[in-house]
């Protein structure tokens, strides 16, 4: 695990040693750079680095997860892309290589990609100083599926651990705030990312897995405050998804911003060239500096 002379687009290993709740295979991680990058079979969590310059540092940061339906990582337009943005505005960012649910690395596999993301959260915060960071200002962000595990972090950040912590386990894993853009956001199968829920939860699962992971019934008045986008035609990722979490962010009076557009499908990262759907990066900086 690197701990010193942090550094643009170091990679660091999110577990120093043993991986807990992991076993042997033959399994090796698949990169693939198509059109985007897709990293799958991930088994070992890292986070990756981007810091702004010294004069531009706002001292905030944000944990970025890429989408990918729990089955591969749209590592670099959903990933790196984001972080280079958040950079010019002087904000530290850390893409999130999560473990994916559906490795057979992992013993129980919907357990993973939280225990990552708690870790990510703990990490920067212990490590706050040296990359010039404000402990109090850790954000997250997803994309898609990555919009699941983000809005699980934000809604069930203190789930115990089932394995031997150290002390950095027991730091707060609460972010500060939340993104969710065209998030997965439940697990129930009427307006569900079937694909997701299937690599997360399984093909069966219990009513008591499917509840424990629609994050729409896991808010509480202690939610981060949470910033979300979505269109209002994507076909992958029905917008009640988003509609339901703001409402649930409201009854428990939750700071919430929604911003639906009319077009954009799903998946459109950046949306560059996109029309007025390429706002969104500047409607969430606007957000975070309006506190």
Known sequence: MINSSFSQSQIIDLWDGSIPNSQKTTEVEIVEIKD??????????TLEVFLPTKRANSARAVIICPGGGYHMLA???EGTEIAKWFNTKGIAAFVLKSRLPDSKSIVIRQEAPLQDAQRAVRYLRSHAVEFGISPDEIGVIGFSAGGHLASTLGTQYDKPNNFKETALDTISARPNFMALIYPVITMDETFTHMGSR???IGEKP???LIKEYSNELQVTKNTPRTFLVH??????VPIKNSL?????L???????ELHVYPFGGHGFGLAIGNGRLQSWPERLFEWLENK
Do not use: C, M
Request: hydrophobic letters at 30%; aromatic letters at 10%.
């Open 198 to 200: 299937r690599n997360l």
């Open 250 to 256: 409201k009854a428990h009076d939750v700071e919430a």
């Open 75 to 77: 590592y670099d337009w």
């Open 244 to 248: 339901k979490f703001y409402e649930a």
């Open 231 to 236: 269109s209002g035609d994507d076909k992958a």
């Open 206 to 208: 219990s009513e008591v």
């Open 36 to 45: 985007i990058k897709r990293i799958s079979n991930v088994q070992t969590p």
